[in-house]
């Protein structure tokens, strides 16, 4: 993966005077209760680095395990602080999630444009999704990627918060199926912080499937440094 290939790449990247100001990895448990496949538990990785605070790649896997199915999901991103004074930053997005047992394969690329600022943020761009069944030419959807967040409390100790969205660094959905999340991080020091998020999701389509909603349940450590 390209993360793991620029953290070999630091010392050359120092040589050519850009310097890395931030570096992020998170590994998160998840439970996902939902009326398709009844429940699917999982692990997911992601890892960040951020150079001269303007420039951040970011790329991540997960795997769920249900009963007859496994959910394989994957992405890469690339995100440009347009402003050096102001939290409005460019992002270029690719996605894979694939489903082996149904053979469906997915693979999606998204430019956006955000707004995240400390206590509030919002999200818009286009995705450009295909999606294969069975080994049959792909099927492409033009979506409309949406966020909204608000963080209720952010201070050195915790942040509290709500988002509304239709996409995540890991999967884009329909303009109508969007996931209502509350989410918690304890921050433990200035390097550790615990997270939690509970999501209450609808979708219109998994696998083939027409009718996709359920509980997530997200619970893991994230680490700064």
């Excluded at 959910?71 to 991103?77: Q, R």
């Amino acid at each position: 993966m390209k993360f793991f290939i620029l953290l070999i790449c630091i010392p050359n990247i120092h040589a050519q005077d850009i310097e890395i100001t931030n570096m992020e990895a998170e590994i998160l448990l998840n439970s996902d209760f939902n009326r398709t496949f009844l429940f699917v538990g999982g692990i997911s990785a992601t890892g960040k680095i951020e150079f001269n605070d303007r420039l951040a790649v970011k790329e991540g896997f997960s795997v769920g395990l249900g009963h007859n199915v496994t959910d394989i999901k994957v992405f890469t991103n690339a995100a440009y602080r347009i402003l050096a004074d102001w939290p409005l930053e460019a992002k270029l997005a690719w996605i894979y999630n694939g489903l082996p047992e149904f053979d469906v394969h997915s693979h999606g690329i998204a430019p956006i444009v955000s707004w995240n600022a400390k206590y509030y943020g919002a999200s818009v761009g286009l995705g450009f999704w295909f999606t294969s069944f069975f080994g049959e030419p792909a099927l492409f959807e033009l979506l409309l990627p949406v966020r909204i967040y608000v963080n209720f409390i952010d201070n050195e100790k915790i942040c509290v918060g709500m988002s509304l969205a239709n996409f995540s660094d890991f999967q884009q959905d329909s303009f109508i199926a969007f996931a209502l999340a509350a989410k918690a991080s304890l921050r433990v020091n200035g390097r550790l912080s615990i997270v939690n998020e509970l999501e209450f999701r609808q979708r219109g389509v998994a696998g083939l499937t027409a009718a996709f909603h359920g509980i997530v349940w997200k619970g893991g450590a994230k680490f700064t440094w």
